[in-house]
């Protein structure tokens, strides 16, 4: 069966995957761009822009897991959007006409649309459903390869919850939010289900990997 992953994704010390505050202006809050500075720099960001340039390193050696092998990707409202988007019927996302994900990609919402079909591959479906309905569903659209858990934070939470999670890979990045959506909520006990290794980089990150043990 295929794999649940999670990569690149990003959280600050006291455990803040996105800040107070978002809005269309501002889609992470409070945060702005600080927890994402250590991917910017990197090469496979610089490939993925259409640039040349950037570091070769241990963080780009991790970001680019964010492609491989993935099929499908499943993905928050909060994600997809700035909060209302819903009414808003010309809403197609952040990330312009070609969306960097150039698989069947599948919005947990609350309110339903007809699916978009965006240049690159990209097909954005909209589902009202459980964290494990969307992953069988997500699978299926994936013809054998990986799903990945794209986030946000509370996405990620209840597909860890459910213990759906295969493989995750979080940047811890050295910065104090104070308040958000927070990752690791209500997650007691979690690292009993997982092998978990860390690494740290001369960026200050420290990229923490989650691996679904055998038992």
Do not use: C
Not at 61 to 77: C, D, K, L, P
Not at 111 to 131: C, K, N, V
């Amino acid at each position: 069966m295929s794999l649940a992953r999670v990569h690149n994704f990003a959280i600050s010390l006291d455990g803040f995957g996105t800040g107070e505050g978002q809005s269309r202006e501002a889609p992470f809050g409070h945060a702005g761009e600080r927890l994402h500075e250590w991917m910017f720099k990197t090469r496979f960001w610089y490939d993925m822009i259409g640039k040349s340039g950037g570091n070769a390193g241990i963080d780009d050696a991790f970001a680019r897991q964010f492609n491989a092998g993935v099929g499908a990707e499943i993905m928050g409202a909060g994600k997809y959007g700035f909060p209302g988007w819903h009414e808003d019927p010309e809403w197609k996302g952040w990330w312009g006409p070609n969306p960097p994900f150039h698989t069947p990609t599948f919005i947990l919402t609350h309110h339903p649309r007809p699916a978009i079909e965006m240049e690159g591959g990209t097909t954005f479906h909209f589902l009202d459903t459980s964290p494990a309905k969307a992953l069988e569903t997500a699978r299926k659209a994936a013809d054998g390869q990986d799903v990945r858990i794209g986030g946000g934070a509370t996405v990620i939470r209840e597909f860890l919850a459910a213990r759906l999670i295969d493989h995750m890979h979080v940047v811890v990045v050295p910065l104090l939010l104070g308040r958000g959506v927070r990752l690791w909520d209500e997650l007691e006990d979690l690292e009993k289900d997982y092998d978990i290794e860390a690494v740290s980089s001369p960026s200050g990150v420290t990229h923490l990997t989650f691996t679904r043990t055998g038992g």
